[in-house]
């Protein structure tokens, strides 16, 4: 018997993350998530995911200004644009500006994957609105940057270290489905880019990365903490999933929902998140968890990274429905690195199926 969801099946071996769901413990490049967290921004993490992975050698100190060029090199090929971009999903208008890249498999094309959703996604938002595009500033940090294009002001210091903290945490997760099908796609040698566009094809899906939009709906339909218990009973007797709880592999709180929980912390301190969506979230987190243990006494669900994702991206200023793609930012290293792995050390990905279906009269 074959297990459909393929849980427990070890397809690959990595040098890049390992996600422990019994202990709630990730590990990045041999560093447990607080530990990188807390000491590595964006470019480093990006470095250390990196090197080793390409012909040209992976430089911790030039990776700001060499993804900094990326982006203006980006912006620059954007007066193509169609308008007709900007009336789609976000999501779905990053993955189509992203498949009309080079698609190769070296560091050049790495740096372009990883400025490219970090230009197109503010660019795509300003055009929905009508806006003027503002054009990257190569100096900055990719998470100043993303800002400033967003929303044509320099970010303060905590808006920049809470995005950069978020970018960080949700860099790389194991095998999970985008980073399997950025595989698949490298083990048959095709290009970068064709390893992205899968992936973020499958991040796209609300079982991965396309709950924290629904996890704000949520919040906004509770609206008062003193609410949260009946309506996520009623919720669940109409048999709904509770979005942002619940994770394929961790039976424990995902290490990520703290980790962005504590991103928050700087945006408190200066005034620059609503304390009440933060004091509603608690509720609604506390409140769920007990229904959940209540309900599904047979199965350990707790919250998962979208749900405090969610309360930090609204404070930044982004739209719920370009949620995915800040997600895409961030996991699109993480994609890179490990479709080089697999294109490096690996086998074309050819499993087996076992047929069920009709046989033919003779047999
Ligand atoms: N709310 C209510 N019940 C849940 C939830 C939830 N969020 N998650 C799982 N369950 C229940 C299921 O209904 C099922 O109950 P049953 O055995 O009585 O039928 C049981 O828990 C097991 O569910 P599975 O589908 O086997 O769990 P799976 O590992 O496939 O699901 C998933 C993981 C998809 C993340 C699920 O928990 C879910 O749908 N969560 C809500 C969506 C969400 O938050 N997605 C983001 C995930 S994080 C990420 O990918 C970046």
Not at 157 to 163: D, G, K, P, R, T
């Amino acid at each position: 018997m074959t297990k459909s969801g393929l849980d427990d099946v070890i397809a690959t071996e990595t040098r890049l993350s390992d996600v422990d769901g019994e202990a709630g413990r990730l590990i990045i490049v041999g560093l447990a998530l607080e530990e990188l967290a807390g000491r590595a921004g964006y470019e480093e993490t990006a470095s250390l995911l990196l090197r080793g992975l390409f012909n040209e050698p992976v430089n911790a100190h030039s990776m700001r200004e060499q993804v900094g060029q990326a982006r203006v090199e980006v912006f620059a090929r954007m007066s193509r644009l169609d308008a007709d971009l900007a009336f789609m999903p976000p999501v779905d208008a990053m993955r189509a500006l992203i498949a009309l890249l080079p698609d190769q498999g070296d560091l050049r094309c790495a740096l372009t994957l990883m400025a490219a959703p970090a230009v197109f996604l503010p660019a795509l938002l300003r055009m929905q609105k009508g806006l003027a595009l503002i054009a990257p500033d190569e100096r900055l940090s990719q998470s100043a940057d993303i800002l400033r294009m967003l929303t044509g002001a320099m970010p303060d210091e905590s808006q920049v270290a809470a995005l950069d903290a978020y970018l960080v945490t949700i860099c790389d997760h194991g095998l999970n489905a985008s980073t399997f099908a950025a595989r698949v796609v490298a083990s048959t040698q095709a290009g970068l880019t064709s390893a992205v566009v899968a992936a973020i094809s499958a991040l796209k899906g609300p079982l991965h990365g396309g709950a924290p939009g629904p996890v704000l709906d949520m919040l906004d339909s509770i609206e008062k903490p003193e609410l949260a218990r009946s309506w996520l009973s009623a919720a669940l007797d109409r048999g709904d999933r509770l979005m942002g709880f619940g994770h394929r592999i961790y039976r424990v709180r995902d290490p990520r929902a703290d980790a962005l929980k504590a991103a928050l912390g700087p945006l408190v301190a200066s005034g620059r998140v609503n304390k009440e969506r933060i004091a509603l979230a608690e509720s609604v987190e506390r409140a769920a968890l007990a229904i959940l243990r209540e309900r599904k006494p047979n199965r350990s669900l707790d919250v998962n990274v979208e749900f405090y994702t969610a309360v930090l991206l609204e404070s930044l200023g982004f739209p719920r429905d370009a949620f995915t793609g800040v997600f895409a930012i961030g996991r699109t290293v993480g994609w890179i690195a490990h479709a080089r792995e697999q294109a490096i050390d690996g086998r074309l990905i050819r499993p087996k199926s076992a047929y069920v279906g009709e046989m033919p009269a003779a047999a």
